[in-house]
């Protein structure tokens, strides 16, 4: 790739931190090219914000290396260092008009007088404010303050912009101009731009590079093409664009069964009878006659969206989305079609389907059958079951088996919800408690990166002793 | 149109204890005992030109002082945790729950002769006289009013955003930058509110200098008092004179402050 000869400038080795106990960012490693227009990308919560903070110097990691230009930087303070943010708020000065805002950084470094003014006027220029100089920021629409924001980071000719969703607060129109005004700004200036954002079509229509975040990992970086097209597992490819989330098994290289039907893909090396997931991306299914078709379902919903339908099909239990030019009427049935380059194969997200642990009974009462054990910390009860005190069980709780407690009082109280993935049926929920992870099944669409109360059913539990 | 009904009893209160008030005062002012205009009482009044620049002198030292000490300590304030910003907030305001009158025969105790403070002094080989000065009547109006300056100053710099820090750190200050360029402008609200509220009532207090001060740290508040008594219309025309600088002063200030804002 061309990206490889570039220089980098921002390099983040191994950086961890954690805060009240939480990890916020766990061990992330993350090159910046120069010149490169780099996007990183995440639901609220996983880190990103946090990411560019410590590029920014206003604070430090727990451990890992900052590096700027192959020095390392950390303990730097802001003012310091080499780059310049646009603050999510703006945080333009209230008691300075715009020209006093935008000249803030020149007039701290002594530039002089005619300087200033030169490079000021000409960076309003750009920033398409000119004649705004002796107006109040307080007095300027969003999107002016905004670029307001944009020509005060610009115009102290940093190696480094960092943006901090600075779109977040404008309405819609406003923030497609704005988003194609900054790749312009951007290229105009050849300068590093990092960029924090939600919004995933705009880290597609800007970036150069886009890294995605979860959980304070990074799940993926590549070109804005490769992360739509060529997803590395189920959160990354639910959280860009739309897509159709299957569980699969890889029969055979090349060999992909899903809903029940054999398929041909392009993807090696998955090993044979794997579970997989699946992405097909609904504008990549063909609808054909029933009797061509590879998948045959039976179409629920049709919305006309202008320049496509975008169709629900039930194939099986199984909800499929189709975005297609050809319509096809609400509860016919229809042959579906997909070209093996557009199957994609992923890992799962998690190791495993069914959640096993393993534990100790603690206390066993046989007269009223139930028995406990303790599971991080907490203490759980099992009815229904009973077994001799320290007896050493293995547990297999299917996905089907956890829930989140309506009433808030869960075995486990604080389990954090990583992600959330719809699979045609139910959404694949999975869960961090303390020491571990867990795989739920829910028809409710939960909220990503909050704390729930999590509820065992050992009613469809299977247990088997392990020391006799 | 607004309606006008929810303020009736601010008007009645404003009629009642403000606007009437003023316009007996300024009556009194103008008029002798039997009620005819007369110019005489204003003539008396410049007898005591003295007092009232001592008391402008002396209140406007209490408020640089006050400002002096409240200034870095709201600054400092601001720099600590969240919770211990609470309790040194408290600790502020828990003399004035004292009453006023306590406060200063506290200080009369502490500053008279063979009393703690001379004590102390006289143990390092110092001695002198603390009480009865011009020196004393600032302490106690110091200790009087430094909360009043520390408040407003205090929750204007609380407020400022700490984005607006961060973005001047980014932009290349140094901490004293940040408070040069960033803090310390945004907190002449606070400033002025503070000087405001300082100023306007040590003008006029009295007590203070009774307890405190010597023979000639009489301040036109005592003489209100004890004028009062015996002429009404001679205090009243004071009074008014008090207030025509007051008010001056207030218009001053309000100037000042907005032309702050715009610079």
């Known amino acids: ?468 | 149109m607004k309606s006008r009904k929810p303020s009736v009893p601010y008007i009645i209160w404003m009629l009642v204890f403000t606007l009437i008030p003023i316009v007996m005062i300024g009556f009194t002012a103008f008029t002798d005992k039997q009620g005819n205009f007369t110019l005489e009482n204003f003539s008396k009044a410049f007898f005591y030109t003295d007092v009232f620049m001592k008391s402008l002198w002396i209140a406007l030292l209490s408020t640089a002082v006050c400002l002096l000490l409240a200034y870095p300590l709201a600054y400092m304030i601001t720099r600590m945790k969240e919770s211990t910003q609470n309790t040194v907030i408290m600790l502020f305001m828990i003399p004035m729950w004292m009453n006023f009158l306590l406060r200063i025969y506290a200080w009369v105790t502490l500053l008279q002769d063979n009393g703690p403070i001379d004590m102390a002094l006289s143990i390092l080989g110092i001695h002198g006289t603390y009480i009865g000065n011009t020196f004393a009547v600032t302490l106690g109006m110091v200790y009087e009013y430094l909360p009043f300056m520390v408040l407003p100053i205090y929750t204007v710099m609380s407020k400022i955003d700490n984005g607006l820090i961060e973005a001047a750190q980014d932009l290349g200050s140094n901490s004293f930058n940040v408070f040069r360029k960033v803090i310390a402008p945004l907190s002449v609200p606070g400033i002025i509110s503070g000087i405001t509220m300082v100023f306007v009532p040590s003008a006029s207090t009295f007590l203070v200098a009774q307890y405190l001060g010597g023979t000639d740290d009489i301040m036109i508040g005592d003489i209100i008092d004890k004028i009062f008594w015996t002429d009404q219309n001679t205090g009243s025309a004071i009074s008014l004179i008090l207030m025509i600088f007051i008010f001056v002063f207030l218009i001053l200030m309000n100037f000042f402050g907005d032309e702050e804002a715009i610079a």
């Not at chain 1, 339908?309 to 194939?315: D, H, K």
Request: aromatic content about 8%; charged content about 25%; some cysteine.
């Open chain 1, 1 to 468: 790739m061309k990206q490889t000869a570039k220089k980098t400038i921002i390099s983040l080795k191994d950086i961890f931190m954690s805060y009240d106990g939480e990890v916020i960012l766990n061990h992330i490693n993350l090159d910046i090219n120069e010149k490169e227009f780099v996007t990183i990308l995440g639901p609220s919560g996983c880190g990103k914000t946090t990411t560019l903070r410590i590029i920014g110097g206003f604070i430090e990691p727990d451990s890992g290396d900052v590096f700027f230009d192959g020095k390392r930087i950390n303990g730097t303070p802001p003012n310091k260092r080499n780059v310049n943010t646009v603050f999510q708020k703006y945080s333009l000065f209230p008691h300075l008009n715009v020209f006093d805002n935008v000249a803030f950084g020149l007039k701290l470094k002594k530039v002089p007088k005619s300087e200033i003014k030169r490079k000021v006027t000409q960076m309003l220029k750009t920033v398409d404010l000119k004649g705004y100089e002796k107006r109040s920021v307080s007095k300027l629409s969003g999107g002016q303050q905004q670029r307001v924001a944009i020509a005060r980071a610009l115009v102290c000719d940093p190696d480094v912009i960092l943006l901090d969703e600075p779109l977040g607060a404008l309405d819609l129109k406003l923030r497609k101009s704005m988003q194609l005004e900054l790749k312009e700004i951007q290229q105009k200036t050849q300068k590093t731009f990092i960029y924090v954002t939600h919004d995933q079509e705009e880290a597609l229509t800007m970036s150069d590079r886009v890294v995605v975040m979860n959980n304070g990992v990074i799940e993926q970086i590549g070109t804005p093409e490769d992360i739509y097209n060529e997803p590395v597992n189920a959160f990354v490819a639910d959280f860009i664009g739309e897509a159709n989330i299957l569980n699969g098994t890889m029969v055979d290289d090349c060999r992909i069964n899903i809903l029940g039907k054999e398929l041909e893909c392009v993807d090696k090396g998955f090993g044979k009878n794997t579970p997989v997931d699946v992405v097909i991306r609904p504008e990549d299914i063909e609808i054909t006659s029933p009797e061509n078709g590879q998948l045959v379902g039976t179409v629920e919903k049709s919305t006309f969206k202008g320049v496509h339908y975008e169709m629900s099909v039930m194939c099986g239990k199984c909800e499929i989305l189709i975005h297609s030019t050809k319509s096809a009427e609400i509860g016919s049935k229809i042959g579906m079609k997909v070209i093996p380059f557009n199957i994609q194969i992923m890992n799962k997200l998690l190791p495993f389907y069914n959640n096993e642990l393993e534990a100790e009974v603690k206390y066993s009462n046989k007269d009223e059958n139930y028995f406990e054990f303790e599971l991080e910390g907490e203490t759980i009860t099992v009815n229904g079951q009973s077994f001799e005190e320290g007896t050493k069980l293995r547990i297999t709780l299917p996905p089907s088996a956890l829930s989140l407690a309506g009433d808030g009082i869960g075995d486990l109280k604080d389990v954090y919800i990583e992600s959330v993935v719809y699979k045609g049926e139910h959404n694949e929920i999975i869960l961090e408690s303390d020491e571990r992870k867990w795989l739920m099944l829910s028809d409710t669409d939960e909220q990503v990166a909050t704390y729930v109360p999590l509820k065992f059913d050992f009613s469809k539990a299977s247990f088997e002793v392990i020391n006799g």
